[in-house]
């Protein structure tokens, strides 16, 4: 597993009697991130001080080599698509997820070239598509044959990582690309890709801070506290666009209007783990599990962990 980057970030304990101190020292937190989001969303909102643990960041470019992470407790947490959630735990990976958000869909798409001839998902028939195997880019194009009466056999599905995808598509070895934001949004705002079927009716929009069971037992009060950073920073950021925007922008190695955009039109809300939470993403399980991919009936009650947020 190779991490692209990591940061350490330490804060002092407030009260020596805090429950996040040990006898041995401060709890640390390893934390995963993707493309550097959740880092920059806390930094900008000022979450990251006077923090009773550390913690350390590592940094994956999608949800697999995160979710493999996790499989080796080389972290402890981090945010995870529902698909890419689904098959970590459908293949054995200890973990739950104890926090969710939702957001607006359409970022989440299968992009073709600008002057593509491809007008709509009917016309993905016999096409050849990358995206990630078990990512929530493979969910959005197994429904957009779906939702085009095409099934997964009729179109030509290759599994590779973001960047070698976007190459692909440009330099016109791949018909289309389905990915997520910011990946999107960054080939939109480069006039590389237009979305040719957005996410909108296809995807239920949630995503996961996911825990393994070690942390959870172990580290638990110092994720519950983190989780409240998270939601107050998401609470800022929307009040302060713009200075979210241009810090997501440097953290991440994007260019402004790329980070403006993909942020925006997300529209990201922590919610509650409820009732609609658990429907949605039991039927993304049994999606799955349709499409052959999942070899037995998830119960998705079992991967969640309700007493955290």
């Known amino acids: 597993m190779t991490?692209?980057?990591?940061?350490?970030?330490?804060g002092l304990a407030a009260l020596a009697a805090t429950p996040f101190v040990r006898a041995q020292g401060t709890v640390v937190l390893k934390a995963g991130d993707q493309k550097g989001n959740l880092r920059a969303l806390l930094e900008t909102a000022g979450q990251l001080g006077n923090l009773?643990?550390?913690?350390?960041?590592?940094?994956?470019?999608?949800?697999?080599?995160?979710?493999?992470?996790?499989?080796?407790?080389?972290?402890?947490?981090?945010?995870?698509?529902?698909?890419?959630?689904?098959?970590?735990?459908?293949?054995g990976t200890r973990i739950k997820a104890f926090a969710?958000?939702?957001?607006?869909?359409?970022?989440?798409?299968?992009?073709?070239?600008?002057?593509?001839?491809?007008?709509?998902?009917?016309?993905?028939?016999?096409?050849?598509?990358?995206?990630?195997?078990?990512?929530?880019?493979?969910?959005?194009?197994?429904?957009?044959?779906?939702?085009?009466?095409?099934?997964?056999?009729?179109?030509?599905?290759?599994?590779?990582?973001?960047?070698?995808?976007?190459l692909a598509l440009t330099q016109g070895s791949l018909d289309a690309w389905a990915t997520w934001e910011p990946y999107t949004a960054l080939a939109e705002t480069a006039g590389h890709a237009r979305v040719l079927v957005n996410g909108r009716g296809?995807?239920?929009?949630?995503?996961?801070?996911?825990?393994?069971?070690?942390?959870?037992?172990?580290?638990?009060?110092?994720?519950g506290d983190f989780l409240q950073r998270v939601r107050r920073a998401q609470a800022w950021s929307y009040q302060h666009a713009p200075a979210y925007?241009?810090?997501?922008?440097?953290?991440?190695?994007?260019?402004?209007e790329a980070a403006k955009l993909q942020f925006e039109r997300r529209a990201t809300q922590w919610i509650a783990i409820d009732a609609q939470v658990l429907a949605d993403q039991q039927r993304s399980a049994d999606f799955y599990q349709g499409a052959g991919l999942l070899k037995q009936r998830l119960d998705v009650k079992t991967t969640f962990d309700t007493g955290i947020a």
């Open 202 to 223: 296809l995807w239920s929009g949630l995503s996961f801070l996911a825990a393994t069971d070690t942390a959870l037992a172990s580290k638990r009060a110092a994720l």
């Open 3 to 10: 991490v692209s980057r990591r940061q350490t970030l330490t």
């Open 245 to 256: 925007s241009a810090t997501l922008a440097r953290i991440i190695g994007i260019p402004p």
């Open 100 to 166: 969710v958000n939702r957001s607006d869909a359409y970022g989440t798409a299968v992009l073709v070239r600008p002057d593509s001839p491809l007008k709509t998902a009917a016309d993905l028939k016999g096409k050849l598509i990358g995206t990630n195997r078990g990512s929530i880019g493979h969910f959005i194009a197994l429904k957009a044959l779906a939702s085009a009466g095409i099934k997964a056999d009729d179109a030509q599905i290759r599994f590779i990582p973001p960047a070698e995808a976007k």
């Open 52 to 91: 009773p643990y550390e913690i350390q960041w590592s940094e994956f470019p999608a949800a697999a080599p995160l979710a493999e992470a996790l499989n080796a407790e080389a972290v402890d947490f981090g945010p995870i698509g529902d698909a890419p959630l689904l098959f970590a735990i459908a293949a």
